[in-house]
Nanobody, 120 residues
Framework: VQVVESGGGLVQTGGSLRLSCAVSGSTFRLNVIGWYRQVPGKQRELVALINSGDNTNYADFVKGRFTISRGNAENTVDLQMNSLKPDDTAVYFC???????????????WGQGTQVTVSS
């Protein structure tokens, strides 16, 4: 299973960016997919998740600014980030939990991370 992110980059305060993530590999059921972020010296923290029932979970610090949604292709997800602040500067990691078809066990996967930098 591969988790590949795209998007990110440098933007000014108040600007917008869109991150995308695609999960591919063996036949599986995608249970949860979403985003975490991490800055040097701090723990990785939840940004937003969406599950197989399309229920979403957002960190308080992004509510009203970020929107997670399923992409047009299967097993993809987008994160639209608006009203960005310097505090949003971090490496953003795509996260996914999958279950092989016919199995109840679940496995976690992470992408390699993509840098988001918001200048003041």
């Amino acid at each position: 299973v591969q988790v590949v992110e795209s998007g990110g980059g440098l933007v000014q305060t108040g600007g917008s960016l869109r991150l995308s993530c695609a999960v591919s590999g063996s036949t599986f059921r995608l249970n949860v997919i979403g985003w975490y972020r991490q800055v040097p010296g701090k723990q990785r923290e939840l940004v937003a998740l969406i599950n197989s029932g399309d229920n979403t979970n957002y960190a308080d610090f992004v509510k009203g600014r970020f929107t997670i949604s399923r992409g047009n292709a299967e097993n993809t997800v987008d994160l639209q980030m608006n009203s960005l602040k310097p505090d949003d500067t971090a490496v953003y990691f795509c996260y996914a939990t999958i279950s092989p078809v016919g199995q109840t066990s679940a496995f976690q996967y992470w992408g390699q991370g993509t840098q988001v930098t918001v200048s003041s």
